[in-house]
């Protein structure tokens, strides 16, 4: 079992860095979402504080690297060039699933460095709702979190991928009821987050109500886990699998209505993730509602080159972020949040099916 484990996660990281794993015609709605430009900012770019404190953690920016990787040789490089450029920048980051590492602890180093390399960031551990539902509990959760010395524990929901998976696990009955154990045994914050498929409102409450400390909506826009089953089930000639990864190639809910479907729903810490790109996109993301952003693709593609690399992708980002927040007259990120936005399009449309307010972000600072 951990063998396969091994080499599933081996054939994942080689999939995203070859082939083209992006959603094809759904999209992540952020470019439905403008900015009213503020032609007299009144502040001054570089007095701008970008930092915010999430998880009583501060954080030099709203902004995180998601999960990606782990349990193989070579995830370790990556694992140690992200987790140098986010202590270096005052970030956070997630690892991969660490099931790989639960079942042979032989691979537990190549989670293990994100700490060893940052040992004051914000390192999130990482367990599938698929493992909870087939046996792990409390137990397996704290070595999750103790391998790393984390601070918080990610609880990652993947239906669409096992569903698509030639050797998926897709027994989901009973999952929000483990969640719920999992937040009662844990001394850290437990984050459930999806996995490029996006939360809706139901689901958000349903998470509220058994004590989650935050949820990481993880829209659909970005990378497409069916995607990435489709190239495995075509390497397999799994013709069944591989029809089903294109069929659901671009299943999901595009990471802005998530976003607002959630935060408009639940009183938590909302992270907005599945398609970030840019700092513009941070932006966006903090003024509709979200506490924190975080991006991996990108990253993904810098880490195999060192971190240096991952540290000048990220910057880049910042950058944009005060950027925008310069033209939004933003000196914080609170000021962000308050941001006037004009929201129309496909997420508009959404948005008002589903019995939510698109326009209430365009009203904010103006005289009604």
């Known amino acids: 079992m951990a063998k396969q484990t091994e080499e599933r996660k081996n054939d994942h990281l080689e999939i995203c860095l070859r082939e083209n794993v992006q959603a094809r015609r759904v999209t992540t709605g952020f ?21 915010t404190k999430v998880f009583n953690h501060k954080f030099s920016a709203p902004f995180i690297v998601e999960s990606m990787t782990g349990g193989t040789p070579n ?21 991969g699933s660490q099931r790989a590492a639960i079942e042979d602890p032989e691979v537990e180093k190549t989670f293990h ?17 698929p493992q909870l539902a087939r046996g792990y509990r409390v137990k397996e959760a704290k070595k999750a979190v103790e391998m790393l010395d ?24 009973g999952v929000l009821e483990a969640i719920e154990k999992i937040v009662e045994g844990m001394d850290v914050p437990v984050i ?11 689901e958000a409450k349903q998470l509220e109500a058994i004590g989650v ?14 995607a990435v089953e489709y190239y495995r089930a075509k390497s397999q000639r799994n013709m069944s699998r591989q029809r089903l990864g294109e069929t659901f190639w ?16 639940v009183a938590l810490p909302v992270i907005a993730s599945g398609g970030i790109r840019s700092g ?26 060192g971190a240096r690399k991952v540290e000048e992708t990220l910057q880049v980002m910042l950058e944009e972020l005060r950027n925008t927040m310069f033209l939004v007259g933003a000196d914080c990120v609170e000021g962000l949040r308050k941001a006037p936005l004009f929201i129309a399009g496909k997420t508009a449309d959404w948005l008002t099916m589903r019995g939510f307010e698109p326009r209430v972000y365009a009203r904010r600072g103006l005289k009604t």
């Open 213 to 226: 400390a935050a949820i990481d909506v993880a829209g659909a826009g970005g990378p497409s886990w069916a």
């Open 250 to 265: 671009d299943w999901g809910i595009p990471t802005a209505s998530s976003l607002i479907e959630t935060s408009q729903s």
């Open 113 to 129: 460095v994100a700490r060893k390399e940052a040992p004051n960031a914000f390192i999130i551990a990482n367990i599938g709702a």
């Open 150 to 173: 984390a601070d918080a524990l990610a609880v990652h929901l993947n239906p669409l991928q096992e569903a698509v998976q030639p050797e998926g696990e897709t027994n989901y009955a």
């Open 192 to 202: 459930v987050k999806e996995t490029g498929c996006g939360i809706a409102a139901a």
């Open 280 to 305: 513009l996109d941070v932006a966006k993301a903090v003024a509709l509602g979200a506490s924190m952003a975080g991006t991996a693709y990108p990253v993904l593609r810098s880490a195999i080159r």
């Open 75 to 95: 995830t370790a490089k990556i694992n140690t060039a992200i987790a140098r450029a986010v202590e270096e920048l005052g970030l956070g980051m997630g690892v």
């Open 31 to 51: 470019e439905d979402v403008r900015f009213v430009h503020k032609a007299l900012p009144e502040i001054n770019r570089k007095e701008i504080n970008l930092s």
